[in-house]
T-cell receptor, first 116, second 111 residues
């Protein structure tokens, strides 16, 4: 049982390049999330998908797009990378909860992106 | 914007001592959760406390929640060197679909 798997683990881009971060979960969770983590700022939500076929913006969506390819996979795309997008990106998933609640999140190991 | 704010930002203690971390938040919540992150790794869920609960225990962890003060605390008793990590509180805000994380407390437990 792998849990949440992110690829790649490390990536260096030049300003203006594009790339896609891949995320897959094998826990049959409905909800999936992309967060970024910067020093001293904790985690900030980029996008989330409450269920297959739906996506919603989080706190810092500018410069990113997402695709919920199926129930297992949720990808994050940087169309034109900028140095401000240098960060560690975490994918997470969770079960749906009654009443719209959110239970435990399961995180991947992170993707460390540097934009030069 | 950050919802939970942890205090202190960093904490250094000796093995065997207790560690207390605090979290304050601003809005109404459904639940509050604590996560641990070892250096260079992903976050791992520790404990969830619902808005109608005041205290919860899990092994050496004790979490309290005071919704009137919009604050929570995480107590780790009899700390071990292996407890060295960053600890984050996260809130499920009423009306939001995802968790909002604080900036974390870095705990160093000296052997």
């Amino acid at each position: 049982n792998a849990g949440v798997t992110q690829t790649p683990k490390f990536q260096v881009l030049k300003t203006g390049q594009s790339m896609t971060l891949q995320c897959a979960q094998d826990m049959n969770h409905n909800s999936m999330y992309w967060y970024r983590q910067d020093p001293g700022m904790g985690l900030r939500l980029i996008y989330y998908s409450a269920s297959e076929g739906t996506t919603d913006k989080g706190e810092v969506p500018n410069g990113y797009n997402v695709s919920r390819l199926n129930k297992r996979e949720f990808s994050l795309r940087l169309e034109s990378a900028a140095p401000s997008q240098t960060s560690v990106y975490f994918c997470a998933s969770s079960e749906s909860q009654a009443g719209g609640n959110t239970g435990e999140l399961f995180f991947g190991e992170g993707s460390r992106l540097t934009v030069l | 914007s950050q919802q939970g704010e942890e205090d202190p930002q960093a904490l250094s203690i000796q093995e065997g001592e207790n560690a207390t971390m605090n979290c304050s938040y601003k809005t109404s919540i459904n639940n509050l959760q604590w996560y641990r992150q070892n250096s260079g790794r992903g976050l791992v869920h520790l404990i969830l406390i619902r808005s109608n609960e005041r205290e919860k225990h899990s092994g050496r962890l004790r979490v309290t929640l005071d919704t009137s003060k919009k604050s929570s605390s995480l107590l780790i008793t009899a700390s071990r060197a292996a407890d060295t990590a960053s600890y984050f509180c996260a809130t499920k805000d009423t009306g939001r679909r995802a968790l909002t994380f604080g900036s974390g407390t870095r705990l160093q437990v000296q052997p």
